[in-house]
């Protein structure tokens, strides 16, 4: 039988509308509920293609035990955080509090019955692993807060309280410096220190691509000539494209690496990766004139185009699972691939199988995902082609279909700069574009997410606003269409209005007020984006209060930018914009 969230339209509450766990989606009805009732509150967050989301659905939300537990003493909530990110952010910032680490997916919340937060989680399994609290397993923990709950204990009560008053309270920086070129010798220095220089990249694993870095690092090149730059950028650029979490198959990119070198990815697709690295690559072939990594930048547009659109708007993410195990799709056996080069007449097939990194043991759970340790043969065109159709007898995996407003304009704002060198994704560009207007800003109301055909109900945050006009000032750059300035000049104008005070930026009004973050994390701070749109519009339009802002929120963050620029790139770029003024060809 069905829980409330069969009438969702999130894929991912969609996905638990069969667990046994009695459901509530986010709404006034719950809390109410939980007052009259009082009954401890847990709040779950995840998203569609987050494995370990999975595992705990299957593991604890499943269990017909932890569900009469959770059933009998609490209210549960189901958030999609791609949905609904401005909760997600506020209990990001509860778990950072309470754990003293930064938080992720699935999100476990325990509150009390006036929504107060007191224990903040992530995954949690299903049996105890150790004796203490932090090791303690689903069912022991949920029954031993639904105890305290019921007696009300003090000291849930009093550290909920206070807990309270810290993720209310606004800190604003202390001190600001004079924006400064010299800026750019902390990040150099940072970057370095972070650089793996055998592997590329600038973390350990698991290692992200962190294109906001590599973007970055070649304005750096391109303003300085600094050979160190260019190094540390290319060598991430060459490492990440020979494959493993780069799909040589299908095209695109894989969220993360589990290991050092690129080979073994988490499967999942995100739409924010694709587009910010179609970017990239996209950058680093016109600095550097080299067809590689033009050809990825395309292969990256050309499967979300192919794979991952419909009415010419982008879907968000796809899965790492498919046949209820991470990779199936994607990996092959080495009788597989042996067989598919015999069948096309190669012949030096075992020194083939060596290149792609193909072997009897295999590369990921004795099967062989593809990566090549140098460059890519020309050979490997026509053998993609042989993959590509064993491939296609699998079931694909899992697609979340809704369609964000801040994550598709950034992959429109790719295809632009693509566009300027090939004029047919300048036409894919402009379609996808007017669709995601057409879709997602009804009545001068611009909205954050919907499904395809769904009217959206979710009203836009600050990224949205950020990444749409960047995205309509790309088109005005690239077409002259002035609607699509008009309508960036809407969007920044409201984005001041609702979002904006004295240099400080929040990321959602209303319900939860969440500050934005300068930090590029996940993908570009949105702070970021609504000062490179707002330094576009005072040149464009030659009104200097545009101008003026966004000085104004990058003086807001100068201190700590000066400090630790490496965890605001895409701030230090316009930093340099601002201080070296732009230039415009009419």
């Given at each position: 039988m069905?829980?409330r969230?069969?009438?969702?339209?999130?894929?991912?509450?969609?996905?638990?509308?069969?667990?046994?766990?009695?459901w509530?989606?986010?709404?006034?009805?719950?809390?109410?509920?939980?007052?009259?009732?009082?009954?401890?509150?847990?709040i779950?967050?995840?998203?569609?293609?987050?494995?370990l989301?999975?595992?705990?659905e299957?593991?604890?939300?499943?269990?017909?035990?932890c569900?009469?537990?959770?059933?009998?003493?609490?209210?549960c909530?189901?958030?999609?955080?791609?949905?609904?990110?401005?909760?997600?952010?506020?209990?990001?910032?509860?778990y950072?509090?309470?754990?003293?680490?930064?938080?992720?997916?699935?999100t476990?919340i325990?509150?009390?019955?006036?929504?107060?937060?007191?224990?903040?989680?992530?995954?949690?399994?299903?049996?105890?692993?150790?004796?203490?609290?932090?090791?303690?397993?689903?069912?022991?923990?949920?029954?031993?807060?639904?105890?305290k709950?019921?007696?009300?204990?003090e000291?849930?009560?009093?550290?909920?309280?206070?807990?309270?008053?810290?993720?209310?309270?606004?800190?604003h920086?202390?001190?600001?410096?004079i924006?400064?070129?010299?800026?750019?010798?902390?990040?150099m220095?940072?970057?370095?220190?972070?650089f793996?220089?055998t592997?590329?990249?600038?973390?350990?694993?698991?290692?992200?691509?962190?294109?906001?870095t590599?973007?970055?690092?070649?304005?750096?090149?391109?303003?300085?000539?600094?050979?160190?730059?260019?190094?540390?950028?290319?060598?991430?650029?060459?490492?990440?494209?020979?494959?493993?979490?780069?799909?040589?198959?299908?095209?695109?990119?894989?969220?993360?690496?589990?290991?050092?070198?690129?080979?073994?990815?988490?499967?999942?697709?995100?739409?924010?990766?694709n587009?910010?690295?179609?970017?990239?690559?996209?950058?680093?072939?016109?600095s550097?004139?080299?067809n590689?990594?033009?050809q990825?930048?395309?292969?990256?547009?050309?499967?979300?185009?192919?794979?991952?659109?419909?009415?010419?708007?982008?879907?968000?993410?796809?899965?790492?699972?498919?046949?209820g195990?991470e990779?199936?799709y994607?990996?092959?056996?080495?009788?597989?691939?042996?067989?598919?080069l015999?069948?096309?007449?190669?012949?030096?097939?075992?020194?083939?199988?060596?290149?792609?990194?193909?072997?009897?043991?295999?590369?990921?759970?004795?099967?062989n995902?593809?990566?090549?340790?140098?460059?890519?043969?020309?050979?490997?065109?026509?053998?993609k082609?042989?993959?590509?159709?064993?491939?296609?007898?699998?079931?694909?995996?899992f697609?979340d279909?809704?369609?964000?407003?801040?994550?598709?304009?950034?992959?429109?704002?790719?295809?632009?700069?693509?566009?300027?060198?090939?004029?047919?994704?300048?036409?894919?560009?402009?379609?996808?574009?007017d669709?995601?207007?057409?879709?997602?800003?009804?009545?001068?109301?611009?909205?954050?997410?919907?499904?395809?055909?769904?009217?959206?109900?979710?009203?836009a945050?600050?990224?949205?606003?950020?990444?749409?006009?960047?995205?309509?000032?790309?088109?005005?750059?690239?077409?002259?269409?002035?609607?699509?300035?008009?309508?960036?000049?809407?969007?920044?104008?409201k984005?001041?209005?609702?979002?904006?005070?004295?240099?400080?930026?929040?990321?959602s009004?209303?319900?939860?007020?969440?500050?934005?973050?300068?930090?590029?994390?996940t993908?570009i701070?949105?702070?970021?984006?609504i000062?490179?749109?707002?330094?576009?519009?005072?040149?464009?339009?030659?009104?200097?209060?545009?101008?003026?802002?966004?000085?104004?929120?990058?003086?807001?963050?100068?201190?700590e930018?000066?400090?630790?620029?490496?965890?605001?790139?895409y701030?230090?770029?316009?930093?340099?914009?601002?201080?070296?003024?732009?230039?415009?060809?009419?």
């Amino acid at each position: 039988m069905s829980n409330r969230l069969e009438k969702e339209d999130s894929p991912y509450l969609q996905q638990h509308k069969e667990n046994p766990v009695d459901w509530f989606p986010w709404c006034d009805e719950v809390f109410e509920k939980a007052k009259k009732e009082n009954k401890a509150i847990f709040i779950s967050i995840g998203y569609s293609s987050c494995h370990l989301c999975h595992i705990m659905e299957e593991q604890v939300f499943q269990n017909q035990e932890c569900a009469d537990i959770l059933n009998k003493d609490f209210i549960c909530i189901k958030v999609d955080r791609e949905e609904r990110p401005d909760i997600d952010k506020y209990y990001q910032e509860v778990y950072r509090l309470l754990n003293r680490r930064a938080g992720g997916w699935p999100t476990s919340i325990f509150c009390t019955p006036e929504n107060k937060p007191f224990v903040a989680g992530t995954f949690i399994p299903l049996e105890s692993t150790s004796q203490d609290m932090e090791g303690m397993g689903f069912k022991d923990l949920s029954t031993l807060i639904a105890n305290k709950v019921r007696e009300k204990d003090e000291d849930v009560f009093k550290n909920a309280a206070e807990i309270e008053g810290f993720i209310n309270k606004v800190e604003h920086p202390t001190q600001a410096t004079i924006l400064k070129e010299s800026f750019i010798k902390n990040f150099m220095l940072q970057a370095k220190n972070n650089f793996d220089t055998t592997n590329g990249g600038f973390s350990l694993k698991p290692k992200f691509p962190q294109a906001s870095t590599l973007n970055t690092l070649l304005t750096i090149d391109k303003l300085y000539d600094d050979k160190s730059a260019k190094s540390m950028a290319t060598d991430t650029l060459n490492a990440m494209k020979r494959g493993g979490m780069y799909d040589l198959i299908d095209g695109g990119f894989c969220r993360y690496s589990t290991d050092n070198e690129w080979k073994v990815p988490h499967f999942e697709k995100m739409l924010y990766d694709n587009a910010l690295l179609t970017g990239v690559y996209t950058d680093a072939y016109l600095s550097y004139d080299d067809n590689s990594y033009l050809q990825t930048a395309k292969e990256c547009a050309d499967f979300w185009h192919n794979f991952m659109s419909e009415d010419d708007l982008f879907y968000s993410a796809s899965d790492a699972d498919s046949e209820g195990t991470e990779g199936t799709y994607f990996v092959y056996t080495y009788e597989e691939v042996y067989s598919c080069l015999v069948n096309a007449g190669y012949e030096d097939i075992e020194s083939m199988c060596e290149e792609m990194s193909v072997t009897h043991l295999g590369n990921f759970e004795g099967k062989n995902i593809i990566r090549f340790k140098d460059g890519i043969p020309e050979w490997f065109s026509d053998v993609k082609v042989s993959l590509s159709t064993i491939r296609s007898t699998r079931l694909y995996p899992f697609i979340d279909k809704k369609v964000q407003t801040s994550w598709s304009s950034m992959m429109i704002n790719s295809l632009f700069k693509l566009g300027s060198i090939d004029v047919s994704y300048k036409d894919r560009a402009v379609k996808n574009l007017d669709s995601l207007l057409k879709t997602m800003f009804l009545d001068g109301v611009l909205y954050h997410t919907t499904l395809i055909h769904k009217k959206p109900k979710v009203e836009a945050f600050l990224e949205d606003y950020a990444y749409l006009a960047q995205a309509l000032m790309s088109a005005f750059n690239h077409t002259a269409n002035e609607v699509y300035l008009i309508n960036a000049h809407r969007l920044a104008n409201k984005a001041l209005e609702l979002f904006y005070e004295k240099g400080l930026w929040n990321f959602s009004v209303g319900e939860f007020i969440t500050q934005a973050e300068t930090s590029d994390n996940t993908y570009i701070s949105s702070i970021s984006i609504i000062v490179d749109v707002l330094l576009s519009l005072g040149t464009t339009l030659e009104d200097e209060k545009y101008t003026h802002f966004a000085y104004k929120t990058m003086e807001y963050n100068s201190y700590e930018l000066g400090r630790k620029p490496i965890y605001a790139p895409y701030m230090l770029t316009q930093v340099l914009r601002y201080l070296k003024g732009d230039r415009i060809i009419k």
